[in-house]
């Protein structure tokens, strides 16, 4: 079992930036592939940027790329969401979701989630 905790949302302004975090349970997260998805008011969940489990090895959405990186630090038992040049269509809650089945950027894929934290980039 993987328990998943994000921290580090909030409010900012277009073009700004924030780092988030997911901190995981200890024993199966080295094993772990991962990913961060976000969603919107009224709008499907969506595939954001995903590490795997064995050499982090990364892929990102056409949206992110850029932006956003993603990485991990096993001895923290930590995932992390670099946000740069943040616009107001990155409005959403972000989830971190992790998988031992393996990874990439289907939802389906992903056996645990979080609970998300808010991001919010105004005007």
């Known amino acids: 079992q993987v328990q998943l905790v994000e921290s580090g949302g909030g409010l900012v302004q277009v073009g700004g930036s924030l780092r988030l975090s997911c901190a995981a349970s200890?024993?199966?997260?080295?094993?772990?592939?991962m990913g961060w998805f976000r969603q919107a008011p009224g709008k499907e969940r969506r595939f954001v940027a995903a590490?795997?489990?064995?050499?982090?090895?990364?892929y990102y959405a056409d949206s992110a790329k850029g932006r956003f990186t993603i990485s991990r630090d096993n001895a923290k038992n930590t995932v992390y969401l670099q946000m740069n040049s943040l616009k107001p269509e990155d409005t959403a809650v972000y989830v971190c979701?992790?998988?031992?089945?393996?990874?990439?950027?289907?939802?389906?894929?992903?056996?645990?989630w979080g609970q998300g934290t808010q991001v919010t980039v105004s005007s």
């Open positions: 200890g024993r199966t997260f080295g094993t772990s592939a």
């Open positions: 979701a992790a998988t031992q089945r393996g990874w990439g950027t289907s939802e389906s894929m992903y056996d645990y």
């Open positions: 590490i795997s489990r064995s050499n982090g090895n990364t």
